[in-house]
Nanobody
Framework: QVQLVESGGGLVHAGGSLRLSCIAS????????MGWFRRAPGKERDFVAS????????YYAGSVKGRFTISRDNAKNTVSLQMNSLKPEDTAVYYC???????????????WGQGTQVTVSS
């Protein structure tokens, strides 16, 4: 049973930084993709970033490219999202996701975490 548990959300002023972490358990993730998504109030869930667990290739949404960095720690089974230069429009619930497809942006994400709130004040 794959489990994903996010942490690291909180309240930060515009221009600040936060680091989200996702601990993955239940299997080995070699050959999988891990991703971060977010859902702002009243909006649909949007893709933020993804990483291929084995090779470390990364992919970002245009709105966060250059500000956010996704990474993984194989030894700790953890995927992180470093968020810098945060803007009020980054306010959302952030979700970790996993897919057994090792592509930059899988068509289907099979496992989801419970989400962590990020609030950026102006």
């Amino acid at each position: 049973q794959v489990q994903l548990v996010e942490s690291g959300g909180g309240l930060v002023h515009a221009g600040g930084s936060l680091r989200l972490s996702c601990i993955a358990s239940g299997r080995t993730f070699s050959g999988w993709s891990m991703g971060w998504f977010r859902r702002a109030p009243g909006k649909e869930r949007d893709f933020v970033a993804s990483i291929i667990w084995s090779g470390g290739n990364t992919y970002y949404a245009g709105s966060v490219k250059g500000r956010f960095t996704i990474s993984r720690d194989n030894a700790k089974n953890t995927v992180s999202l470093q968020m810098n230069s945060l803007k009020p429009e980054d306010t959302a619930v952030y979700y970790c996701a996993a897919s057994p497809m090792a592509t930059q942006r899988p068509p289907q994400w099979d496992y989801w975490g419970q989400g962590t709130q990020v609030t950026v004040s102006s």
